[in-house]
């Protein structure tokens, strides 16, 4: 009975995607009549594969570039490099930068404004053999010149060590950190291409971790009996999107991700507290795997991004994105007035494509209707809100804009 009413589930993403791209011309005008008016400034340009952006409570952007670390861009416009690889204020010896990992996400403390002056931020790490991703936490001082206290709140992400059959060593570490409203920290990770990682529940690839800002396991994760505690959602490919749904909105909360799918698949999922997001790349005899790992061999029905037929229970996607130009990286939920119709849309960056989705939800958080935000076509990154009510993006172009709208 539930199988069938997930497979039904499931029949109405596929066409509601379908919809979507085929939808005639007046839906979407109806859609882009209530849209917003954006204005973009290019804020920095010359950046090195700027990654992640965060803003302080006192409205100091801070950014990372891959393979460089976390600067911070007073209200001067200087920037002070705080931490990362040499000529950083404070030197990471062990962080290194291979393939597509490196120096990833970054999170302001939600007890910053009260006097903690912590940040949080992802990292590639040498420290350990074979190497891993670490979450580090550290205290930035009064004027943004210096962070001390260096304390890695996990230290055991999975990190794809050497080359194999399905590509490139650093491949796939997810590495999107973020407070959820309730104030526990949700960091996202990625199969690293190893066949057993996303349903192996004893290890951190392919999941959705949930933690205290000591990094020990967040009360009510629901992992399945077993499992690593800091375990909040498994069966992940590769999840470099997390934001959550607005208050006022339906299930207001609930965080949502969005994760590159194979050759096909892009997929924005709701999540569930100890949920399946239905990964599961191993033993499928009738593709042809290289090193085992099969998640580039098959097709959205042989190696399904949610593979229902495995795993009855999984959460099912809110969108698909099958078209071209996939590569679905950063989710940013748009709250406040003045983004009008689009206030407590989705946005989803889709790096392929080379745009940023904007998708409507319904009560369920499933997407009903999509269109692409009008801004000249580059690789986004990440997408995030300032204290300012404005969008921020980063991109692979080396800029961070501002979009204002009106
Ligand atoms: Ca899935």
């Known amino acids: ?143 943004y010149t210096s962070v001390a206290n260096r304390t890695d709140i996990i230290e055991d992400i999975s990190y794809k060590n050497a080359a194999n059959g399905a590509g490139i060593a650093g491949a796939h570490s997810g590495g999107r950190i973020r407070f959820g409203p309730d104030r526990f920290l949700y960091v996202t990770t990625g199969d690293n291409h190893n066949a057993t990682l996303p349903q192996d529940l004893k290890r951190l690839g392919g999941k959705v971790l949930r933690v205290s800002r000591d990094g020990t396991a967040a009360p009510g994760n629901n992992t399945p009996t077993g499992g690593d505690p800091r375990i909040f959602t498994y069966g992940h490919r590769n999840v470099q999107g997390i934001t ?42 009738r593709l042809r795997c290289p090193d085992d790992y099969c998640g580039y061999a098959g097709d959205p029905t042989t190696m399904p991004m949610t593979d229902t037929q495995r795993f009855p229970k999984a959460m099912p996607p809110s969108w698909v994105h099958n078209g071209s130009g996939r590569g679905m990286g950063s989710a940013l939920f748009l709250d406040g007035k003045q983004w009008r119709g689009w206030n407590g849309r989705l946005l989803v960056s889709l790096m392929g494509g080379q745009r940023i989705a904007v998708l409507e939800l319904d009560a369920r958080g499933m997407a009903t209707n999509e269109a692409t935000v009008e801004l000249p076509a580059t690789r986004t990154r990440t997408l995030v809100q300032g204290p300012d009510g404005n969008l921020y993006t980063a991109n692979d172009d080396g800029e961070i804009w501002r979009v204002v709208p009106s």
Not at 45 to 71: H, N, Y
Not at 107 to 131: E, H
Not at 262 to 271: I, M, R
Not at 273 to 283: H, K, L, V
Request: charged share 20%; net charge positive; proline share 8%.
């Open 244 to 285: 959550f749904r607005p208050a006022g909105q339906p299930n207001a909360g609930q965080p949502f991700t969005a994760e590159h799918g194979p050759n096909h698949s892009d997929e924005v999922t709701a999540l569930a507290a100890g949920g399946n997001a239905g990964w599961d790349p191993q033993n499928r005899p």
């Open 1 to 143: 009975m539930k199988k069938a009413m997930i497979a039904t589930i499931a029949m109405v993403v596929l066409t509601s995607s379908l919809i979507a791209v085929t939808r005639p011309p007046a839906s979407l005008s109806a859609t882009s009549a209530e849209a917003p008016k954006l204005t973009r400034t290019v804020v920095m340009t010359g950046l090195q594969e700027p990654w992640d952006i965060a803003f302080t409570p006192d409205g100091v952007m801070l950014f990372t570039e891959k393979c460089r670390g976390l600067s911070a861009r007073l209200p001067d416009k200087k920037t002070v490099r705080l931490f990362g690889t040499s000529g950083s204020a404070l030197v990471a010896p062990d962080l290194f930068c291979e393939g597509q990992s490196g120096v990833h996400g970054i999170a302001v403390d939600p007890d910053f404004a009260k006097g903690t002056r912590d940040i949080y931020v992802y990292i590639a790490s040498n420290l350990r053999k074979p190497a891993t991703n670490r979450v580090v936490r550290l205290t930035v001082n009064a004027d």
